[in-house]
């Protein structure tokens, strides 16, 4: 095994080993609440669930998709196949702030027509698509960086893309780095844990906390 194939495989099995104990962490989190107290704090919790869910959902993605490169032998394939993954989750994003925007324009509608329990349907799917989102950027920052680590550069129409989709994300209020920071902070508060499964990145504005709508 060759230098570089040695230092690719050890990163590549710290970050599944990062990826699995935050699946397990956010899996965690997910809480069973009686519907029939449905109030203000019963909303709070199930929003909390469904951000969980899909944090949890989306490592699981990742640690199988990482799993799979391990069994690869040369240095230069794993990189090939490790853009392949990071592309995927490059989709997922696109996906789920286009869902983020007819969501929002879905939500305008039923206000105005005041069927307001299908409004309630509709924020809840809006909070799985921005958890989805915010997950899904923390993930592709997580993989450009170990592609760059290992010598691979990512190419300019794909950075510009990752450019465009950080725009559209400030657009939609979605902020990665601040999902990052408050979901280690749910994560401690919950389980008593001090691990952050990735560490905290430059936060440049503020967004939602975990503990709201």
């Known amino acids: 095994m060759t230098g570089n194939q040695h230092t690719l495989n050890s990163r590549l099995r710290v970050l599944i080993a990062k990826t699995f104990k935050a699946e397990k962490l956010y899996s965690s ?4 609440h009686p519907s029939a107290k449905l109030g203000v704090v019963a909303l709070s919790h199930l929003a909390n669930d469904i951000r969980s869910k899909e944090w949890q959902k989306m490592h699981e993605d990742l640690r199988l998709g990482l799993n799979s490169l391990l069994r690869l032998g040369q240095t230069s394939t794993i990189a090939n196949e490790l853009e392949v993954v990071w592309t995927g989750f490059v989709e997922k994003l696109e996906e789920s702030l286009a ?10 509608e039923a206000c105005d027509r005041g069927e307001y329990s299908t ?17 899904c950027k923390v993930i592709i920052d997580e993989l450009k960086s170990l592609l760059e680590s290992s010598g691979r550069v990512v190419s300019d129409c794909k950075q ?11 657009t939609n209020g979605v902020d990665s780095g601040k999902s990052r920071a408050c979901a280690s902070t749910q994560i401690k508060q919950t389980s008593g844990s001090k691990i952050v499964p990735f560490a905290p990145r ?3 504005r503020e967004s939602d906390k975990p503990s709201s709508g």
């Open 29 to 32: 989190l997910v809480k069973t």
């Open 99 to 108: 869902d983020l925007q007819q969501g929002e324009r879905a939500l305008r």
């Open 119 to 135: 409004a309630l349907k509709i924020s809840a799917e809006l909070v799985r698509h921005k958890a989805r989102s915010q997950s």
């Open 160 to 170: 510009e893309q990752g450019l465009r989709l950080t725009q559209r994300m400030a």
């Open 202 to 204: 430059p936060i440049k």
